[in-house]
Each structure stands twice: as structure tokens, then as C-alpha cells.
């Protein structure tokens, strides 16, 4: 619950002092269809006799509202314009009372909105804000479509429930789950009891798609270290293109570099990260979630209206912001790495295959990463640690001769064999950096037995001993560039635990406790079973295992000011590309006679020439331009 605590008062602003907000009505009850009634708080500023309305809908306690109010207000209530109404969801804490297991929140919030428009004190416009649940019932309040809900903030949400909302490429997020039990869901009995893609999963997921129910703006705010962000960046998607027609182009995203929250101190705007720090994205979900309500309820000619649809950070590299007008920001282009003998990442596949362990009663531990428990860290730590387990294997590229970006969804795409019956591949996608850390970037899992991708028990289907398997593991949307002079790695392992329930591997029951069987797991990366990484790019120039150090060619002078020259064991049919230090092919042709490239034209600097001769012999080489 600390965390939470944190979480919420921290979600807009940083207690500055000790200083506690008063309700101007506080503990005041109000009515909903059934006859039920709603515990809130309202706080009005002082000498305000109407305004208009920011409602926040929470099961975490209405009174942690009184350390801080969010969007960076704080405590200083009377320095801003708007009306606060708090209210206890239905069943928990002040609304205990009014607990009913089939009451629709979403006509909650539709009565609560009602009743709020009754108020002397209230305008016109009620705009809604929270993160998580708090996010996902204010797409259930805009379901019903009630005339005064202006706008709404659903942080690091989309009120979706499905059955991968709870199973990760048919594995139980465990940690998750029961960690939402402890905050008084109640989930795990059902989620445990439909360990499969059935009719119950798609009953919920067709009640809770909400894009196509869209009639007013919002501004969807999300985290690259959030397990909600794979979700919520095909709900974005959908909704630019199923929202009402009146407010298709008032859907804004904004996704920065932080994690869930609500159990460490990170939270969706701080600065601190996991291990990392990101100065420069710290409170901007505060001050573009108030613009966006002092834009819509208070008509405030702040520009928002030009603000580009999408803002999102781009990590690792120039950790910077980015823009974009498009519903979809994913790379449309793709770079397969392929792994190699000797643990390596290449530009074509290696030879053999690598051997790892997996034992159910010693898993291969959770360490940061889109994690919602107590019990775990959140967001990016160093996975340095996993190298020296036998149950771990890696494999990473030479250091990068310049940067390479991605956008999208990392596929891992592996041909597997084991000698037991089921197992789970877990992926987890690092930047390793100059100095030795292995910083996570995202990760994912995938079930053997579901590893066609169709999670019915129709569709369960066990390993025959030694048969190679094609298996995706599939990882979520993500925006990350890795610099020159560091590596891409995965880790590939078994398990995550306690994140995901660890598989006991002997094909019976799934997530039960138990010893299992231990798992001798081959990945194999040769000619005829080519394992690779797919990276949702465009980067002409990844420097990988490619022989950059083979004797065999040469260039002189180096450094030079007009004129390169090659020296390479190749006679002719011989084609080179330049890049500059960020990957960008400068110049491009055929190598002449001489094997002389003019490169006057070229400014100052360091480049990289890559040869390939006719039989697809590469070579890569560094030079200077005087």
C-alpha cells in the first residue's frame, strides 16, 4: 500500500510540505439508479462559487486526495480554477456499502456526472482524470455518453479485459494477478479457472473495447515500461480511426519513459526510472494533461490545438521526445539479426545450436522490467547478473559502429527442442552498454504448447523429444535506440520468475505449484533452423559479426581528404556503401578499376565503408575524412 500511497500523490505533484487539503464537502454521498449511494469529496477553492469539474473515480482511498492534488496542483488548491470531486468506487472503502458485483461502474459514472451537474456550484464541462483503474473507468463512464463529460486523462490504461491481459503468450502473469487481489479485485478466481482462450475471455473482451465508443477528446497517457503499453498503443490506433467522426482528431497520446507505478517509487512522470534517470520527461504528463483540460473545459487559447496527435520518447539514444501526426508509429520496415554459434547476433545465421537448462525449482529470476507487485522492482535494471545462471543463455551483437533505432514490436523468432513435454522461452531485449550493464529494454514469454499462437485447449499441442519447433516470442511495442559503441542482447531462459508462473514442463496441469521436471532446452541457429531477432526498423548499417577485422582488406590514406583507396582480395563485381557516424548511406556505387572513391565532397569527420565483393564477402572499415 506504500507504494500505492506514492503513487497516487505523486501521480500529479511531489508533497512540497505538510500542509492537508479540506473537502469543502467531505464524506457526502451521492445517489446512483439502484438506490445505492457514492462516498466523495469535494474541494472547492476559496471564494469560487461555480466552476467547472475534474472527477476522479478511485478504489484506493478518496482521502489520499488530501496529501495532493495531480496535474502538478499539489496543495495549492486556490491557485487554480477547477472544482475536485473524489469519489470511492462502489465496494471499496467509504462506498463499501454499495457493494454489488453486477453494478455497471460505467453507469456509475454517468449518475455521479448527473448529480454533479445538479450542483449550484458546478458549470457546464466535467473533465475525468486517473491512472490505471482510474483510467480504465473513465472509458466506461464515457460509454454512457453523458452530456456534460467534456474530456478525459486515462493514464497507463484502456479498460480492456481479455485473456492476455492476465496470460503472456499463454503464461500467467502471476505477481500481477494476485497483486491486484491484495488491492481487493478478487480476479484470481476466475482468471485461474479459464486457463484458456474460451468463450468467457471473448465475452469480456467484446464489452471492453471501448475505441468505437468515443465521443469526446482525450489525452491517452502511457509508459515504454508499462505492461498496459502494447494495449494501449493499438487502442490509440483504433481509436484515430472508430471514435466518433466529431472527435476522431482530438485523440492525443503521450508516452514517455516510465513504468506502471503504484508499487516503487517511479510513477508514470517522475523522473527516476528503475536505475535510469530521465530529466527531461519528468512531470510532462502533468503539464500536457493540464493543458489539455484548461484547452477543453476552460477554453484557454493555449495552442493545444496545434499540439502533434502523438508525443512519445525515445530512449537509449539522444533520450529525447519525438512528434508525430500518425495513428501508428511503428516502423513499417524490419532488420533480422540472426543468432550464431558462440553466442553471437549476426547478419546471417550461425551453425549448431546452444544448450540451457531450465529447472522449475530454481527459475531464472524476475529483475525489473513492466512488473505490478510488491515484491518486484519496476522499469529498467540491469540484467548483468542473469550471465553467470546455466539456465540463461545470450546472445548479442559486436559493439555498434553507429546507432540503431527501433519503433514497434520485437519478434524473436527460434527453432527450440527439448526433452520434456512443454516449456516457456522468456526473452528478455538489453542494451548492453560500454560499461558492462545490461539495461532492459522490454521483454516477453510464449508457452511451447501454445506456441501456433491460438491459446484454446483445441489448440494444445506438447513437444515430442528432440523435434525442432518453430516458436515468436513476441515483445511489446517499444521506442529505443541503442548508441554506437553499445550491443544488442537478448536473454533467452525458461522462466521470470515471479513475475510469470513457472512452467513445471511435464505437460500436466498448468499453474500449480509442484517440483516438474527439469528441461534440457536446445536453440538452434544454422542454415537450416535460422533463429533471428527482428527489429522494427529501418538501420542500413547494423555492424554485427561481420568480418571488419579481416586482413584480407584495406584502405589508404586514412585518414584522407579526397581520395580512399581500397586494397581487398577481390578482383571485380565489387560494390561499396558510406556511412556517416549516425548510419546514413552518404555515398553509394560500384568500386572502379582503381578501387579509388572520391570523397572531396564529404564534410569532416568519421565514417564507415562497407565493401561487399561478389561472392557476398562483407567487410566493414572505419576512416576519417580530413
Known amino acids: 500500500m506504500k507504494g500505492l500511497l506514492l503513487f497516487l500523490v505523486c501521480a500529479g505533484s511531489l508533497l512540497s510540505n505538510a500542509q492537508i487539503l479540506i473537502p469543502a464537502f467531505d464524506d457526502i454521498y451521492i445517489p446512483v439508479r439502484d438506490g445505492a449511494e457514492l462516498e466523495a469529496d469535494v474541494y472547492i477553492p476559496e471564494g469560487v462559487d461555480s466552476a467547472e469539474v475534474i472527477l476522479i473515480q478511485t478504489p484506493y482511498n478518496k482521502d489520499f486526495f488530501q496529501f495532493s492534488l495531480p496535474m502538478g496542483v499539489g496543495t495549492d488548491l486556490d491557485d487554480q480554477p477547477f472544482i475536485w470531486v473524489i469519489v470511492d468506487w462502489r465496494g471499496f472503502y467509504g462506498s463499501m456499502p454499495a457493494a454489488d458485483p453486477d453494478a455497471d461502474r460505467g453507469e456509475d459514472g454517468y449518475d455521479i456526472c448527473q448529480w454533479i451537474s445538479e450542483q449550484d456550484w458546478h458549470r457546464d464541462r466535467i473533465g475525468t482524470w486517473g491512472p490505471s483503474a482510474l483510467g480504465g473507468i473513465q472509458y466506461q463512464t464515457a460509454r454512457e455518453d453523458h452530456p456534460n463529460h467534456t474530456c478525459a486523462v486515462p493514464l497507463v490504461a484502456t479498460g480492456h479485459q481479455s485473456y492476455d491481459s492476465y496470460f503472456t503468450g499463454g503464461v500467467l502473469e502471476e505477481a500481477r494477478l494476485y497483486q491486484l487481489d491484495a488491492l481487493g479485485y478478487g480476479l484470481s478466481p476466475i482468471v485461474l479457472a479459464n486457463p484458456y482462450d474460451n468463450l468467457i475471455w471473448a465475452a469480456a473482451e467484446s464489452g471492453s473495447w471501448f475505441p468505437s465508443i468515443l465521443k469526446i477528446p482525450t489525452l491517452q497517457i502511457g509508459g515504454w515500461y508499462d505492461h498496459n503499453i502494447d494495449k494501449m498503443m493499438d487502442f490509440y490506433k483504433d481509436s484515430r480511426s472508430l471514435a466518433d467522426p466529431a472527435v476522431m482528431d482530438e485523440q492525443w497520446l503521450l508516452v514517455g519513459p516510465w513504468v506502471h507505478g503504484g508499487t516503487g517509487e517511479a510513477y508514470v512522470g517522475s523522473a527516476v526510472q528503475g536505475e535510469l534517470e530521465y530529466d527531461n520527461a519528468e512531470f510532462r504528463s502533468d503539464t500536457m494533461a493540464w493543458d489539455f483540460m484548461m484547452y477543453y473545459l476552460m477554453d ?327
Open 300 to 626: 484557454e487559447g493555449n495552442g493545444w490545438d496545434e499540439t502533434p496527435m502523438v508525443t512519445y520518447y525515445e530512449m537509449g539514444g539522444n533520450d529525447q521526445w519525438k512528434y508525430s501526426d500518425e495513428s501508428d508509429i511503428a516502423a513499417t520496415s524490419t532488420d533480422d539479426i540472426y543468432l550464431t554459434q558462440s553466442n553471437g547476433l549476426g547478419a546471417s545465421p550461425g551453425s549448431g545450436y546452444s544448450n540451457f537448462i531450465s529447472d522449475p525449482e530454481n527459475p531464472s529470476p524476475t529483475i525489473g522490467g513492466a512488473t505490478l507487485s510488491d515484491e518486484l522492482e519496476q522499469g529498467p535494471f540491469d540484467q548483468s547478473s542473469l550471465d553467470t545462471r546455466d539456465d540463461v543463455i545470450t546472445f548479442e551483437t559486436n559493439a555498434l559502429l553507429a546507432p540503431v533505432s527501433i519503433t514497434g514490436r520485437v519478434k524473436v523468432h527460434l527453432y527450440v527442442s527439448a526433452d520434456q513435454p512443454d516449456c516457456d522461452i522468456a526473452i528478455r531485449l538489453v542494451d548492453v552498454y560500454p560499461d558492462g550493464r545490461s539495461m532492459l529494454i522490454t521483454d516477453g514469454i510464449q508457452r511451447m504448447r501454445f506456441r501456433g499462437g491460438d491459446y484454446t485447449e483445441a489448440a494444445e499441442e506438447f513437444m515430442d523429444p528432440g523435434e525442432v519447433y518453430e516458436v515468436d516470442i513476441n515483445l511489446p511495442f517499444t521506442n529505443y535506440t541503442w548508441l554506437t559503441g553499445h550491443q544488442i542482447k537478448i536473454y533467452v531462459s525458461g522462466n521470470n520468475a515471479i513475475r510469470y508462473h513457472v512452467n513445471l514442463q511435464d505437460g500436466g496441469e498448468m499453474h500449480v505449484d509442484g517440483a516438474g521436471s527439469i528441461a534440457q532446452i536446445n536453440v538452434h541457429h544454422s542454415d537450416a533452423y535460422p533463429s533471428y531477432v527482428r527489429l522494427p526498423g529501418e538501420n542500413a548499417f547494423l555492424s554485427l559479426n561481420e568480418d571488419y577485422q579481416n586482413p584480407l582488406m584495406s584502405l589508404f590514406p586514412n585518414p584522407t581528404e579526397d581520395q580512399l583507396f581500397i586494397q581487398v582480395d577481390e578482383a571485380s563485381n565489387i560494390t561499396y556503401q558510406i556511412y556517416d557516424i549516425m548510419g546514413q548511406v552518404v555515398l553509394q556505387d560500384a568500386l572502379n578499376d582503381e578501387k579509388a572513391i572520391n570523397v572531396s565532397s564529404l564534410n569532416t569527420g568519421m565514417y564507415h565503408i562497407r565493401i561487399t565483393t561478389e561472392n557476398n564477402k562483407t567487410y566493414i572499415r572505419p576512416w576519417v575524412k580530413k
